[in-house]
């Protein structure tokens, strides 16, 4: 299964076909042409339906989709569909497909959206749960049924109950997991998340060399440490959370290397398919925007810890963006074009008339004048329409009127949210579109004027 994607599943929902029966299909014309299973498909489950052979190709392309056949002219069934297959009881049938689906097809990026949505108190429909994962960067349409899909089949296992809920005790029985502990995997920093998969490869009985393991880790995924601080940052944050063992060893000269290895909860099956399929979403703040409040968000801003408090900054900036109708479109963009400089959040909006808004976020107690120029580059390159400068702290006047001279000089807007601004946000979030106005209407009237004195 390819990153950020759900499997297709059009006439494959279990209302609609026999899974067994599709399984004995593709195992009986495996080698035959896709032409002869699909005519057969539709004579089985779609006779009495309008275009029949156009709804079993929808199935056809399913059951590829699900990984269970193989082939684009001549069908094959695979070692997963042929497992499935050889499972006599109907009730394990299901539970393995379901394994199969949360192991394999993002099926556990699915179980952490609805929890997720669920502590945001989200509405939890299948247009709003594509929308989630669209915004996580899924390619999805908001109308797609791949989520229901999915849903119904977990639901056969006992997964999924009722409306959208995760069932724990299904879930912890089939995987020896729960839906808070994914949190837990997905929430590392890239350091932490990648020599952890390191570590998980590696497959070793015994304790390895911590450096080794990062070394691994470098050589096989591109990550840089910071070694002076690798032990603060990576080594004792995995042993705080109880996902690795790590001991100092002793004897010797010189400095003492820290020996590792995998605790029991991530020896586990599910740990391995788990950190792959949240591979590109490390880092990325949306992650964190929809289960937080601002006020929880407002704490981790005023962090200590600067990945949190960064973090958090552009988390909230997602959750703000999101209440005046913006589309997420990606955080930490970077471009080599510009000699890899970052805009933190692009956003784009289709309301009327197409126009891209780029956010920096600043948790700094100045942004200068400098920070301003660097994003006005930056908007030619993306083709920006605004630029919101978000930040703790406040802009210096230099860095003010500079704003405006631009705004006087190009077709740009640049609005700019303080340390107030995000502090009235916070208490009460529907503040963003009166702040917005605002500073919209000041931008109409430099322009107005500026007009007038040429």
């Known amino acids: 299964m390819n990153a950020n994607e759900l499997p297709f599943g059009t006439q494959f929902s279990p209302e609609q076909i026999s899974l067994r029966r599709l399984l004995e299909l593709a195992q009986e014309y495996s080698g035959k042409t896709n032409k002869e299973f699909v005519k ?33 002219n001549t069908i094959e069934i695979t070692d997963v569909g042929r497992n499935l297959l050889s499972i006599i009881d109907d009730e394990q049938l299901k539970k393995e497909f379901a394994k199969h689906i949360l192991l394999n097809l993002n099926g556990l990026i699915l179980v952490e959206t609805l929890r997720r949505m669920y502590l945001g108190g989200d509405s939890l429909t299948n247009a709003n749960i594509n929308i989630s994962l669209i915004h996580q960067g899924f390619q999805l349409q908001q109308t797609s049924n791949n989520v229901q899909v999915m849903k119904l089949w977990l639901g056969q296992a006992g997964i999924i109950v009722g409306d959208w809920k995760i069932n724990e005790a299904a879930l912890k029985e089939l995987l020896g997991i729960e839906s808070d502990e994914i949190a837990l995997f997905k929430e590392l920093s890239p350091e932490q998340y990648y020599f952890l998969l390191a570590l998980c490869n590696a497959a070793s009985n015994k304790p390895l060399v911590a450096t080794d393991v990062r070394n691994l880790a470098t050589a096989s995924y591109n990550i840089d440490f910071d070694e002076k601080a690798f032990v603060s940052k990576v080594i004792r944050p995995l042993q705080d959370k109880k996902l690795i063992v790590a001991q100092k060893t002793t004897g010797g000269r010189g400095a003492k290397p820290y020996m590792v290895e995998l605790t029991e909860k991530t020896k586990r099956e599910v740990v391995e398919p788990l ?8 880092g990325n ?9 601002f006020s929880d968000l407002r704490s981790e801003i005023d962090s200590e810890n600067t990945y949190v408090k960064g973090l958090a900054l552009e988390a909230f900036a997602i959750k703000v963006m999101r209440i005046i109708g913006l589309d997420f479109i990606r955080t930490r ?29 600043k948790n700094t107690s100045t942004v200068t004048i400098d920070m301003v120029a660097k994003e006005v580059g930056l908007s030619h390159m993306l083709k920006s329409n605004a630029i919101v400068m978000m930040t703790t702290g406040h802009l210096t006047s230099e860095a003010k009127k500079y704003a405006r001279r631009i705004m006087e000089d190009m077709n740009l807007c640049i609005l700019m949210l303080e340390k107030e601004d995000v502090d009235c946000i916070i208490s009460n979030p529907t503040s963003i579109v009166d702040i917005f106005n605002q500073q919209s209407e000041e931008a109409k009237k430099i322009k107005i004027l500026h007009e007038g004195e040429s």
């Open 40 to 72: 057969q498909i539709a004579q089985e489950f779609f006779a009495k339906k309008a275009s029949p052979e156009k709804l079993a190709g929808n199935t056809s392309i399913s059951l590829k989709s699900y990984g269970l056949v193989t082939g684009r």
């Open 275 to 282: 950190l792959t399929q949240f591979k590109d979403q490390v």
């Open 285 to 293: 703040a949306l992650t964190d925007a929809y289960c937080k409040t």
């Open 333 to 361: 963009y970077r471009d080599i074009q510009i000699g890899g400089a970052e805009v933190d959040v692009l956003f784009d909006s289709t309301r009327l008339l197409y126009s891209r808004w780029q956010v920096q976020c």
